[in-house]
T-cell receptor
């Protein structure tokens, strides 16, 4: 099976940089995804890492270290609208498209 | 591309009743997933279709749950003899075979309340 650990809550101020960590244990590994979910909304795909290193998409970047079973989501120039829950999700094999989601990190951005 | 839609958005039912939810995926997507999400948790996988074939089902899924995707387009999820523990948000997602990243597009969900 798979298990993921991420902090339950992170707070930051507008304009700051915040990092949300995710560690995982899985019998196989194919990739790590990140999703954003606003209160009452649907999860929205943010990024995917299959190889070690940093992937940058605008203000958001995601990092993966397969040897450490660790990844993080980096949010820069925080805006109030970034207040949401962020989930990491691991895909255990190339043959399965089923991700296992973590419990999510609630990001609260203060003015 | 109108996105993934789900119907109804909210459902209140009495314990013991049957309920059925519908999901319409993005039209060109051949993969469809059902998840359940409760407060403070991530989406929990229920079942997965590729075209009309149901390829995976969670081992945690009770026999009271059944899903179909008869023509490889829309899907339905039925819960028979509902229990209070079934109260949750039921999310549907779809993805296309061309995405190596496996990104999924989620619908707005159906919130089920069992009284």
């Amino acid at each position: 099976g798979q298990s993921l650990e991420q902090p339950s809550e992170v707070t930051a101020v507008e304009g700051a940089i915040v990092q949300i960590n995710c560690t995982y244990q899985t019998s196989g590994f194919y990739g790590l995804s990140w999703y954003q979910q606003h209160d009452g909304g649907a999860p929205t795909f943010l990024s995917y890492n299959a190889l070690d290193g940093l992937e940058e998409t605008g203000r958001f970047s995601s990092f993966l270290s397969r040897s450490d079973s660790y990844g993080y989501l980096l949010l820069q120039e925080l805006q109030m609208k970034d207040s949401a829950s962020y989930f990491c999700a691991v895909r255990a094999s190339g043959g399965s498209y089923i991700p296992t989601f973590g419990r999510g990190t609630s990001l609260i951005v203060h003015p | 591309d109108t996105g993934v839609s789900q119907d109804p958005r909210h459902k209140i039912t009495k314990r013991g009743q049957n309920v059925t939810f519908r999901c319409d995926p993005i039209s060109e997507h051949n993969r469809l997933y059902w998840y359940r999400q409760t407060l403070g948790q991530g989406p929990e996988f229920l079942t997965y279709f590729q075209n009309e074939a149901q390829l995976e089902k969670s081992r945690l899924l009770s026999d009271r749950f059944s899903a179909e995707r008869p023509k490889g387009s829309f899907s339905t999820l039925e819960i028979q003899r509902t229990e209070q523990g079934d109260s949750a948000m039921y999310l549907c997602a779809s993805s296309g075979s061309g995405s190596g990243r496996g990104e999924q597009y989620f619908g707005p969900g159906t919130r089920l309340t069992v009284t």
